[in-house]
């Protein structure tokens, strides 16, 4: 649906802000949801590959299996967490040697991510290295067409969001990170069933926790002007806030679980139509080269960054600050401040620290990441601009 597109402004000219929204695909949540979702999308099920990793599939194979007993389908469970290209081509060889036309990704965001890809190729006709080119990135950026294959999510984890979102984050050959967009390689339906995340291990749920709030808080805190995006990011926020210590605390809580996923699904669409802010964006050139869990990077990053954006954009900060209720003195740097806290809290909490206990990185070194980082499409959306020489200054302090 197109919002606003070309709209003259009354009195002078083009109104100055313009988008799309694009909604992403039926969601089907709570109990039984994943035989809801397999009602619903059985017809367009042609011959599915199901993408899993091999811990996941083992215990929910069973599960899946059932659904699927009247398919003619095909697994290939070979995912393992920080997926490169050469995940997506052994995906893909499965798929095209089994004439698979749909695809359903069974698992955690790693396992989401190699699936979208390799819709990707089966959609296009491309093959995983060309969808670095300029071919590649042309369909990717392509709006959606009713003759691709059909996606389905089934989420086991909650946090990346990336079974609502548009990112698929993929390691080159290089070594390197590199993330992909695409509102078309985005499942078209989702099963969001709490019991199947019931089993995810203490550190994996506090770390994808983690990350979802901080989707939501980039989402929210940047200058993207999607009406819808912020909303869902503000009620992700105040979801994912209150999700995360009570499934800490009680992991065995099918209400917990169920809110967390449902927070992390939300902070998903949210970065799909808003994109996140330079947290998000000075992380992934650090991941290429510290190889540490993600939320182990963010917790740093976020403290740094946050604390140095509110000395000169303290306002959505604060804004979500009063609308989750924080305490604060009342003015505006108080306000920010005092959701940077709680958020940090919560990083403790996790068990994620807020310090690296161990990063060297020379001037050169900060000089690298930081035009790596400059990169990022969320990068100019940051409530604050950051310069290079600013953006170096940041990963320097992160390592004193
Ligand atoms: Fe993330």
Known sequence: MVLENGVKHMSSGVFPVQGQIIWPGSCYWGAGALSRAMQAARSRLHRPLVVSDAGVWAALGPVVAEEFAALDWQVYDGVVSNPSLGQVREALRVAQAHGCQSVVAVGGGSVMDVAKLTLACLASGLEVDELTTSNGQAWLSEPASTLDPFFMAVPTTAGTGS??????????????????????????????????????????????????????????????????????????????????????????????????????????????????????????????????????????????????????????????????????????????????????????????????????????????????????????????????????????????
Not at 231 to 242: D, Q, S, W
Not at 274 to 287: F, G, I, N, Q, R
């Open 163 to 400: 079974e609502s979102s548009t990112a698929a984050l993929i390691q080159g050959e290089d070594g390197r990170k590199h993330l992909f967009r695409s509102t078309r390689a985005r499942p078209s339906v989702v099963a969001l069933q709490p019991d199947l995340t019931l089993s995810l291990p203490s550190r994996p749920t506090a770390h994808g926790g983690f990350d979802a709030v901080l989707h939501a808080l980039g989402a929210w805190v940047n200058q993207d002007h999607s009406p819808v995006g912020k909303a869902m990011a503000l009620h992700a926020l105040r979801i994912c806030m209150k999700a995360l210590p009570a499934v800490l605390v009680a992991p065995g809580s099918l209400q917990a679980r169920a809110e967390m996923q449902m927070g992390a699904y939300l902070a998903g669409v949210a970065i799909g139509m808003c994109k996140v802010d330079a947290v998000h964006a000075l992380c992934t050139p650090l991941e290429s080269r510290v190889h540490t869990a993600h939320a182990e990077v963010l917790g740093p990053v976020f403290s740094v960054v946050s604390r140095h954006t509110i000395e000169k954009a303290p306002a959505p900060y604060a804004e979500a600050a009063r609308a989750l209720g924080l305490p604060s003195a009342g003015d505006e740097r108080s306000a920010a401040l005092s959701l940077i806290d709680a958020v940090e809290e919560l990083s403790v909490q996790a068990g994620i620290p807020i310090h690296f206990e161990d990063l060297h990185l020379t001037a050169e070194d900060a000089h690298l990441l930081a035009l790596q980082a400059q990169r990022s499409a969320s990068l100019p959306l940051h409530p604050c601009e950051l310069g290079l020489d600013e953006i170096k200054s940041l990963y320097l302090q992160m390592a004193s």
